[in-house]
């Protein structure tokens, strides 16, 4: 069934008509009531909330019907009914709403006019007319503000600082759930570090209504770095700050660490305005504004015990390649053949992971060794008739001793043809025939020192040691000292001051940061990322299409080796006295632990 509906807006303010805004509604009936899911909704407690419908008719009721869904029924024409069968001009009256029939033509739909009874002398809606205000009443706003204001005053304001100011009676208040103390103030819980503390406001809140200095932060925590060398003219820099600046309690945040990058980009977006004599370049956001990375890179120098290895780190220069002088000769492009590399079982095809394994935490890889990933390829041994003829890796004095052993013990045991005697001759102590006489010792020793430094030309200078080494000639030296194998050693943290994680990027190939290395015949080929290759997944933390990156990311604030962030307030600490949460917190390990 079709209703037109006229609902009454307001009256024309020059000529005072009525104002109607028309509304059809397709429905088997039409709803009247004080619930929101009623077509005619009346807001008026007299008015329940399915009061009535409005029907079509059945049988001889007449073609439209009001029928009451309540005891109360409704008024029509004047007249209370339960139902009643409709004709042009009935009125219905169902609390402060007038709803009246209008004529409307066969097939139209039906036409209501609906609006809210007005006063005759102010023109306000009747619904409205039973609001009682304060005033009528008889009670005073003024009155029942002022002391609400003051009750509030009292019981969060007054007592909890009497608590906070008089010690003595804090521990009475505190003790009651019910009375008001200054634990009410608190603006949410503390974090998981801290929450051991429980309601012990005092044990960082020392002084009433100031907020939180560094002694009682270094109270407890006693190792915590500064982010600057101490001392130095750069702790000027830091005089104000205060750690509760970056790590904020009682906020309910996931961390107690502030991971807003504008934290960090205050300074680091213009460091020249700082200290203008500073080498570090400014940094503001890393998907739009931020450096390209500086590696760190160890290299070899003389030194007074041999060579000295120091950390580099290498200035950011256009267009220069930087290279590693490790000592060691290696070529990714031949282990990462696609066609695959002759092992000890065939033709295999290796995989970066087949040499670069994680340590026990996933974050970084652990040292590449001999014994651990070359040996199983790269094979020691220097007889080939002999499989268990292999040198020791990595001391050339070893290897000499090794070799000397294995051709004396050959000698003795006539394993080996030699010149001008024959395998029978050679004698063994307890053999028949008595021990070597001093000659035949002599012979032997020559010939052992002989086999030995043959074997060792051919392991330092054509095969197996130089195939990776660096093997350098001594001039004036014999025997093992002749040979100088270049000690090496490998970069293992190129970027020391940045945090990176494997164990979360395992699921991106190794080349995709790394490219280059299938191509990279020279082991002194640095193939670390750029910003560029970071970049790709990377940007700010405020780019939707990459995964959001701040500073806190890869930086951290309390930089290692440079002194306690506030020393002085630390000294002074450790002479006051220790309240019970504070001795806890020492005794939990958890102390110098604020990330």
């Not at 169902?94 to 006019?113: F, K, N």
């Not at 009292?154 to 007592?159: R, S």
């Not at 100011?165 to 804090?170: A, G, H, I, K, V």
């Not at 990322?529 to 970049?535: A, F």
Request: hydrophobic share 35%; charged share 25%.
């Amino acid at each position: 069934m079709r209703f037109r509906i006229l609902r009454w807006i307001r009256n024309h303010a020059v000529t005072g008509h009525r104002q109607y805004r028309e509304l059809f509604i397709q429905a088997r009936r039409l709803t009247i009531g004080r619930g929101s899911d009623q077509h005619l909704q009346i807001a008026d407690a007299r008015v329940f909330p399915n009061h009535a419908v409005i029907r079509a008719g059945r049988g001889r009721e007449g073609p439209v019907v009001v029928e009451a869904l309540t005891p109360t029924g409704v008024r029509v024409n004047g007249k209370g009914l339960l139902q009643k069968s409709l004709k042009p001009g009935d009125e219905i009256q169902i609390g402060p709403a007038i709803i009246v029939v209008e004529a409307s033509p066969r097939g139209a739909p039906v036409t209501l006019r609906f609006r809210f009874a007005e006063s005759e002398e102010t023109g306000r809606r009747l619904d409205r007319l039973n609001v009682l205000s304060l005033s009528d009443s008889g009670l005073s706003k003024r009155f029942w503000s002022l002391l609400l204001a003051s009750g509030i005053a009292a019981i969060f304001l007054l007592v909890p600082m009497g608590a906070a100011l008089y010690q003595p009676l804090r521990p009475l208040l505190r003790a009651s759930a019910l009375l008001p103390n200054d634990g009410w103030w608190s603006p949410g819980p503390l974090h998981t570090a801290h929450q051991f503390i429980g309601g012990d406001c005092n044990t960082c809140h020392v002084s009433p209504f100031t907020p939180v200095d560094n002694t009682q932060c270094a109270a407890c925590h006693t190792t915590i770095q500064h982010h600057v060398q101490v001392p130095s003219g750069d702790m000027t820099l830091f005089a104000e700050h205060r750690c509760a600046d970056c790590h904020q309690e009682h906020n309910e945040s996931r961390t107690l660490v502030a991971h807003d990058q504008r934290v960090c980009t205050e300074c680091h977006a213009d460091l020249k305005a700082m200290k203008p004599r500073t080498r570090l370049m400014n940094a503001a956001d890393f998907g739009l504004d931020h450096p390209e990375f500086r590696l760190s890179m160890l290299e070899s120098q003389p030194g007074r015990e041999g060579t000295d290895w120091q950390t580099v780190k290498l200035d950011v220069l256009p267009g220069v390649k930087f290279v590693e002088t490790s000592h060691l000769n290696f070529s990714h492009a031949q282990h990462l053949d696609s066609r695959g590399i002759k092992g000890p079982k065939g033709d295999e095809k290796l995989e970066c992971e087949d040499c670069h394994t994680p340590d026990t935490s996933g974050r970084y890889m652990m040292p590449i060794q001999m014994e651990t990933q070359c040996s199983r390829c790269h094979s020691l041994r220097f007889d080939e008739a002999d499989p268990t003829s292999t040198v020791p890796h990595g001391d050339i004095e070893g290897v000499y001793r090794t070799l000397i052993a294995h051709f004396s013990q050959q000698y003795l045991e006539g394993v080996l043809p030699v010149v001008n005697r024959t395998r029978a001759s050679a004698r063994r102590p307890g053999m028949q025939g008595g021990v070597m006489t001093r000659d035949e010792q002599i012979r032997a020793r020559d010939w052992a020192e002989q086999m030995s430094l043959s074997a060792a030309r051919d392991l330092f200078e054509k095969r197996v040691c130089v195939d990776c080494h660096e093997v350098a000639k001594v001039q004036g030296q014999v025997n093992y000292q002749q040979w100088r194998v270049e000690p090496v050693r490998l970069t293992e943290h190129w970027m020391p001051q940045a945090n990176f994680d494997h164990a979360s990027h395992k699921t991106t190939p190794c080349q995709d940061c790394h490219m280059g290395a299938e191509i990279s015949k020279k082991s002194s080929d640095v193939l670390m990322p750029t910003l560029k290759e970071c970049r790709a997944c990377h940007s700010g933390p405020d780019d939707a299409e990459k995964t959001p990156s701040d500073c806190l990311m890869c930086h951290q604030f309390h930089l290692p080796n440079r002194g306690l962030f506030d020393q002085d307030a630390t000294i002074r600490a450790r002479s006051l006295p220790r309240t019970e949460a504070q001795r806890r917190l020492q005794a939990s390990g958890r102390a110098g632990v604020l990330q």
